[in-house]
């Protein structure tokens, strides 16, 4: 079997689909291994008696005009169809109910609201965080040897007037971040919530916020609702 292949795939999953996809629309004969018995990694779901789980992938980004996902949507002629979130979701936890949108200053201002002693520190976080997002370039679709001299000079602009904000953020995992910036745990199981991954960069932590404010980079598939998340201490 693999004699009669140009390539394979390891992983049938977002990722993996799509190289083959590419692949095939070259002329190339593409197999694709996985171990489960479904296609989509990350991005499917399993059913439970009347409930149906999502098994990670919730929402997704790069699906607006000119994003990554649009982009190979029509590319591929896929029959993908997104739905934009705004509000994204809804934040429960140990003294706090928010729900976040692309309006952050409503957000924002209700946390601080509800914890005025981390006033500061929140409108901080989240000032920076939208600063950085407004400032990453964006990724080359092209090898760095085939950029415009324009395209190298805007990407080195960028990350010039970032440098400051990538010295603060850069070597700090998100949680030592919010043990560093916030002494109420409650605001830290917050912003913890929104990426819960605490061995990360702090940058990832910003670049959600980033998001949430952009709603037009937030969407999810199609039919499927808004979330919840509940944190617990």
Same mark, same amino acid.
Do not use: Y
């Given at each position: 079997m693999a004699k009669d292949l140009d390539v394979i795939v390891i992983g049938g999953g977002v990722a993996g689909l799509t190289a083959a996809a590419y692949l095939s629309r070259a002329g190339m004969r593409v197999g694709i291994f996985e171990q489960q018995h479904k296609l989509g990694g990350l991005a499917g779901a399993f059913s439970r008696r009347d409930f149906l789980f999502e098994q990670a992938l919730q929402w997704v980004v790069g699906c607006q005009p000119g994003g990554t996902i649009y982009t190979c949507r029509e590319e591929l002629g896929l029959t993908l169809s997104f739905k934009q979130l705004d509000p994204w979701c %809804?934040? *429960?936890?140990?003294?706090?109910?928010?729900?976040?949108?692309?309006?952050?200053?409503?957000?924002?201002?209700?946390?601080?609201?509800?914890?005025?002693?981390?006033?500061?520190?929140?409108?901080?976080?989240?000032?920076?965080?939208?600063?950085?997002? %407004?400032? *990453?370039?964006?990724?080359?679709?092209?090898?760095?040897?085939?950029?415009?001299?324009w395209e190298k000079f805007k990407i080195g602009l960028l990350t010039v007037l970032n440098m400051k904000l990538y010295r603060k953020y850069l070597g700090i995992s998100i949680q030592d971040l919010l043990v560093q910036e916030f002494k109420e745990p409650q605001v830290r199981t917050f912003f913890y919530s929104l990426c819960p991954i605490g061995s990360a960069s702090a940058m990832l932590l910003l670049t959600t916020i980033g998001w949430i404010k952009e709603a037009i980079s937030i969407t999810q598939w199609a039919g499927a609702k808004p979330s919840s998340t509940v944190s617990g201490r």
């Open positions: %809804r934040q *429960i936890g140990p003294g706090f109910d928010v729900l976040l949108s692309s309006h952050v200053r409503e957000w924002v201002g209700e946390l601080c609201r509800l914890f005025p002693k981390e006033a500061g520190a929140i409108q901080q976080l989240t000032t920076d965080a939208i600063k950085l997002f %407004r400032r *990453i370039p964006d990724t080359p679709r092209k090898p760095n040897e085939m950029l415009t001299k």
